[in-house]
């Protein structure tokens, strides 16, 4: 509430509709775990918001991209299991350890480093192997060449290879004979590692579109994204499958409101003149938070349950609106930039179509600076 009193615009999280969300993915998904993803503050919902929300959905292990989300989690009180999704410089070994993180794990000289520091502690710690099956990004290429230096992993003091990990490049797009290819390269490394003696019991492939998609590769863990937040991959047609509804919505109160001539110009560059005497209401949101300049001449909002136009460039902080054929609309009624008002939305594909960015880089923009609150 302090937070909101400091702000006039902010970012909400139904928390009832998020509770609703994890469930269906888990009844989707029915034996396999769930890692919950929360990297990148869960995409702009709140790291430490949503966490709590998969605890109390009885999820036990998160998945984050940085020690310092790690640590922030941790600093919350929260204590499960969390999973690096992306990989650790050796020199933070100790951090890992301290936190008790379960790291991605593609060389030995890292592995050597986690396990030194977990005996001089007398810990155990979980690695999670990493697979490049056909990403491109980070991990052990699936051949006979890379067996001998896992085999060395696998027998390190005081660690335990608990996770087999890769990642789709592209299960969302309409021809799947490439995330077939990637599977197929899984199970068959997976079996390689089996005749050599490597039993690794948690095997992670799935994303949010393959949770939709192709059950066979739930495995032991799944890793939704998308889907918690509530937004259907591009190439999903059948929502019925995991029926989730949006959770996030931007909100600004307006600060000013003037009417002005025809003729006048509005914001910078003198991008956006009026044709006709206008009613002008500024809202105190900007490029700064998210609300990017390639909105320009593209942009709306709900205020009062109707469109309004937003007008002219993006400025920093503040964004124009017309609201001449709004009647009554005062300081400090509240404009929906993204979510629902009176029956009518402004979804995140709209977003996405207008300023060519994904629902993440824009759910994640939003939040940087707007404070987050959750409401039932």
């Known amino acids: ?13 139904d928390h009832k509709r998020l509770i609703e ?66 990989l650790i410089p050796e ?15 593609s060389t030995y000289a890292f592995a050597k480093a986690v396990s030194d520091q977990a005996v001089k502690t007398g810990k ?32 390190l003091p005081n660690v335990a290879l608990t996770g087999y990990f890769s990642h789709f490049s592209s299960a969302d797009m309409p021809d799947l004979a490439y995330t077939f290819f990637q599977k197929e390269r899984f199970d068959r490394f997976y079996r390689m590692l089996e005749t050599e003696g490597i039993s690794i019991p948690v095997r992670t492939l799935a994303n949010s579109p393959s949770i939709y998609r192709l059950p066979e590769v739930f495995y032991e863990a799944v890793r939704p994204g998308t889907v918690i937040w509530g937004c259907y991959p591009s190439c999903v047609t059948d929502h019925e499958t995991v029926r989730v509804r949006p959770i996030l919505s931007v909100k600004a109160k307006v600060i000013y409101i003037k009417t002005v001539p ?3 110009a509005i914001s910078y560059g003198r991008k956006f003149i009026t044709t006709r005497e206008s009613r002008i209401a500024t809202l105190p949101l900007g490029y ?13 909002v709900l205020i009062r349950g109707e469109f309004a136009p937003v007008l002219g460039t993006i400025c920093m902080d503040q964004v124009m609106i017309d609201v001449t054929d709004i009647p009554n609309v005062h300081i400090g009624d509240v404009a929906v930039f993204l979510g ?21 880089e824009l759910f994640y923009g939003f939040s940087c600076r707007l404070p987050i609150q959750l409401v039932d």
Request: proline fraction near 2%.
């Open 1 to 13: 509430m302090y937070d909101e009193l400091l702000r006039t615009a902010w970012v909400e999280i």
């Open 124 to 155: 155990t710690i979980d690695l999670y192997l990493a697979v490049d099956t056909g990403m491109g990004r980070i991990g052990y290429l699936p051949n006979e060449a890379s067996i001998p230096e896992i085999k060395k992993i696998a027998a």
């Open 91 to 105: 020199e933070y070994a100790d951090v890992a350890v301290d936190l008790g993180v379960s790291p991605l794990v």
């Open 288 to 300: 700064v938070d998210g609300y990017t300049r390639a909105f320009l001449g593209k942009g709306r």
């Open 340 to 360: 629902e008002q009176g029956g009518k939305e402004i979804p995140v594909e709209e977003l996405e179509q207008k300023s060519g960015l994904c629902s993440g």
């Open 21 to 86: 969300n994890i469930r269906a993915v888990q009844e989707r998904v029915g034996a396999s775990k769930i890692i919950g993803v929360v990297k990148g503050n869960a995409y702009g919902h709140g790291a430490v918001i949503i966490s709590r929300a998969y605890l109390e959905c009885g999820v036990d292990l998160l998945g984050v991209a940085t020690l310092a989300e790690a640590k922030q989690l941790r600093d919350a009180g929260i204590t499960c299991g969390i999973v690096m999704l992306g």
């Open 262 to 264: 025809q003729g006048t």
